[in-house]
């Protein structure tokens, strides 16, 4: 594997996105590192993208430089709303290596929740695409932008872009020589923020920022936990909208050093297109669809899969796994942290220890990746190398709006309820936390649901239902459904909610 020079202890002290990103290149620059969905051109614009470490370098390099020489600065905060194609790992991996704080939105997020979510960290630049599916995302940035003084850039691949933004599809130009070298920062250079999500809990919205050693110990759990080998392939339908996708795509794919094939919004026709390519390669997908590609024979003959849970109450009543392939789940408790565990020999699910896990489970040399705990409250509290250790921006513990909660002991308190088998130390996930709906990758509050949809029309409700592939879905009436989802979405609500009031999905 390629953990050389990453210190096991600590899930790599010293070691930076960028610095596996090139030790992988420089193994083997001619081997295909990126490749995007073979439906691309569907979705957004561009034919697909193939990219070797080489040509993925120096369009890391171009975009870095780039973002310099408009007049960003290090530690600038650049947001990163973008399909799940090359770009969102180009983009991400730029932002990095120009020494700034990559901030990858969810791509459902619309002018309202967008707005909400960077005002708070003074963002300074959004990259984007021009259009994604049916919306464009360069035409909302530029609204976003208009909202938000910080923002001084909008940059964007794609075509036909409205004036003021930047557009950087040349970057990925051969004759494109950009290279940059940034001041070096004081310090230990893993131990700078790098990445920044956004998580949903009771009291709101909040931002949590992690460095490279929290990333490398996010990704080091589901990696160990597969056993995949050096330079295998990966196929991922897994966007980096959170740090469940940064830590199953991006992180996976630099720890291992292979390539990286991209899925986008869940297509099962090319999903299962792409599985049939990946003989002996690792497969990430959502939890909630692996049933259905098992019983329609969707996966191929991949070497591991790991399913993404965000509602991990349900993985154990999953059905036991009985497939060739080994299969490591992986639970999410929101942007907090993840727990990642290989199904025994029984197929069943491993349980969630009490105190420190481990990756691989049950390894003599294994890797400490998190300390689990029960509060008083009931609730699942963890701490450890891939959990925030503090609020961002600084000082914002100090403040009155929502943000990230470490206690003295340094736990973060998911808000999942869960109770304590005694006799064998372990716990059992009972519930999401409270006021907390999820669809998909997706949180709300449902009183600021109820709220949004008031807003727009006093006689509208909207209920949230359980839902075998998304964990819920949203559902509304209203006596004009057409011309209430049409005011949400001209209030710039996500659209997710707009579209509960679609006639088919009447309450």
Request: with cysteine; glycine share 10%.
């Amino acid at each position: 594997m390629i953990l050389g020079g990453i210190d096991r202890e600590s899930g790599g002290e010293r070691t930076t996105l960028d610095d596996l990103f090139r030790r992988a290149g420089v193994r083997h620059p001619d081997k295909l590192a990126l490749a995007d969905p073979p439906n691309r051109e569907s979705f957004t614009d561009g034919s697909q993208r193939r990219l070797t470490y080489a040509e993925a370098d120096r369009a890391i390099s171009a975009l870095a430089a780039r973002l310099r020489s408009i007049g960003l600065q290090t530690d600038a905060v650049v947001a990163l709303q973008l399909a799940n194609t090359v770009e969102s790992v180009i983009a991400l991996l730029g932002v990095l290596r120009a020494r700034m704080i990559a901030v990858p939105l969810p791509l459902l997020w619309r002018r309202q929740e967008m707005t909400a979510a960077l005002r708070c960290i003074g963002v300074k630049a959004i990259i984007t695409s021009a259009r994604i599916g049916s919306c464009g995302h360069a035409e909302l940035a530029m609204q976003v932008a208009a909202e938000l003084f910080p923002i001084r850039y909008v940059c964007s691949f794609g075509t036909n872009l409205p004036d003021g933004i930047v557009p950087i599809d040349d970057i990925f130009l051969q004759s494109h020589l950009g290279f940059v070298q940034p001041p070096v920062r004081p310090g230990n250079a893993a131990a700078h923020v790098a990445v920044v999500t956004f998580d949903v809990a009771a009291d709101g919205l909040s931002a949590v920022a992690r460095n490279h050693i929290a990333l490398i110990a996010g990704g080091l759990g589901p990696y160990l936990e597969c056993g995949a080998t050096l330079d295998a392939a990966t196929l991922s339908a897994i966007p980096l909208g959170s740090f469940s996708g940064v830590a199953l795509t991006v992180m996976l794919w630099l720890l291992g050093g292979g390539t990286l094939n991209l899925h986008h919004a869940f297509d099962p026709k090319t999903f299962a297109m792409q599985c049939s390519e990946q003989d002996g390669s690792t497969i990430v997908l959502p939890g909630t669809t692996l049933a259905s590609l098992v019983e329609a024979d969707c996966l191929g003959t991949p070497a591991n899969i790991i399913a993404l849970w965000r509602s991990p109450e349900r993985i154990a009543g999953n059905a036991p796994w009985r497939g060739a392939a080994r299969l490591v789940d992986v639970a999410s408790f929101g942007e907090a942290g993840l727990l990642a565990g290989a199904r025994g020999a029984d197929g069943l699910a491993l349980p969630i220890l009490y105190g420190s896990i481990g990756a691989p489970r049950g390894a003599a040399d294994a890797i400490t990746v998190v300390d689990v705990f029960r509060t008083g409250a009931g609730t699942l509290a963890l701490r450890g190398p891939m959990v925030p250790a503090q609020a961002f921006p600084p000082g914002a513990e100090r403040g009155p709006e929502p943000h990230l909660a470490v206690d003295a002991l340094g736990f973060i308190d998911t808000g999942f309820t869960c109770r304590l088998e005694r006799d064998s130390q372990t716990l059992t996930i009972d519930g999401p936390p409270a006021g907390i709906t999820t669809i998909g990758g997706y949180r709300f509050r449902q009183n600021e649901v109820d709220w949004l949809v008031a807003e727009a029309d006093l006689d509208a409700v909207i209920v949230a239902l359980p839902d075998v592939y998304l964990d819920a879905r949203l559902a509304g009436n209203a006596p004009d459904r057409a011309m209430t989802a049409a005011e949400l979405k001209a209030r710039g609500v996500n659209p997710l909610i707009a579209g509960a009031f679609h006639p088919r999905n009447a309450a």
